[in-house]
């Protein structure tokens, strides 16, 4: 049986048909701007980038004449109606979110093979709180393995326009660039630690930092999705923002966040200036918690839940999610926390645990804190005890 190509004519065909629509949408929703690297015919790439913004893969691509063949994870087959249509057109190379993945090495090793470049978030998480999440060291045997140039590539602002946990755009300078090229012979040359320090500084761009604005009368919209911790009371459950605030409705703690992307509060015992600060706070709180045996840790109503194993769907319907020190229960599924090797969220709202072959998906109310979850099984006894990209370890 002959093998089959992962590349196609047709993924090239439809990419440079649908990048001055894309880049007319991108240009007019969200004031992106995308500074053009010419990718000669012969040429291949491995393109690494910063994670900022939903629809960060087109905002890259747009600055290339020639599509790379995007790393996404594989929960985008959760999905009744895309897949099919992505694999047709461009040929995402799956992988699992937040595990290691051979057969998405393999991929990738058979795309270069067959003269694609490659588009990897190496991060593999959207920033939360304006800060880049933890790069996995192996990211450093993947370059070795592909042998072909790195491109660092640079988002500077997305996160700014279109923080991960709020559903509306802000206006505000946003753009994406090629910062450094690193040729085979110049990664040769470097020891291991030298190539993971370049590549994680050539990525870093931290919005908060540069003191640029960004306008929304609804700027803290939906900030509970990554705050559930009331720093003054103490109090969980108890935040709710509306426009610019986000207020307690246990103790009448208001805090603005501002068009600077940091924290404006009166009350001078309030001790956060930046998201990041107040998330590491809730880190710090539940590595502090004292866990019963038995008792309910977090626990939520209203929950739509699918099961997926590759294009295969089974919907949940809608179910309660309870999580206690033993297990992770959603409606006639109970998971031991033991057995999950993976838990991350997407798109604000939507937590995506893996367990064997099989992922859920587990989309809440508009509002949802699954950010909680997460941390949680940090703390447990499990596999992910040590996961980097959502660990109980303060950020900065």
Known sequence: MAKTSHTHPRHQVVFHILRPIIWLLTRVWYGYRAETFPIRENKQYLILSNHQALLDPAFVVLSFTKMPYIIASDHLNSNKFFPRLLRYCFAPIYKHKAAADIKCIRTCLKTVKEG???????????????????????????????????????????????????????????????????????????????????????????????????????????????????????????????????????????????????????????????????????????AEQMIADGAVLWQDDGVQGCRYNGTDRHDLGEVTVTLTNKTLTFGDISLPVADITAATIISGAKLVITAGDDGYMLQGHPRFNAIKYVLMLNRLETSIKEDHYYSLTPEQ
Not at 249 to 270: I, P, Q, R, S, T
């Open 116 to 286: 694609g470049s490659i588009l990897l978030f190496p991060t593999g998480n959207r920033v939360w709180a304006d800060y880049s999440f933890y790069v996995d060291p192996s990211v450093v045997k993947l370059i070795r393995m592909l042998k072909i140039p790195v491109l660092l590539y640079q988002l500077q602002g997305g996160y700014g326009v279109n923080p991960r946990w709020n559903h509306n755009k802000r206006r505000g300078p946003f753009e994406g660039k090629v910062v450094r090229e690193l040729s085979v012979e110049e990664m040769s040359a470097m020891d291991d630690d030298t190539l993971y320090t370049t590549v994680i500084e050539g990525m870093r761009y931290i919005d908060s930092e540069h003191g640029k604005r960004y306008r929304s009368a609804t700027r803290a919209e939906y900030l509970e999705r990554l705050l559930f911790l009331c720093p003054h009371c103490g109090k969980t459950a108890t935040l709710r923002s509306e426009g610019a605030l986000i207020h307690c409705h246990n103790c009448g703690l208001k805090v603005e966040y501002g068009e600077d992307l940091l924290l404006h509060c009166n009350d001078a015992a309030f001790p956060h200036r930046r998201l990041v600060d107040w998330y590491n706070a809730q880190k710090q709180w539940t």
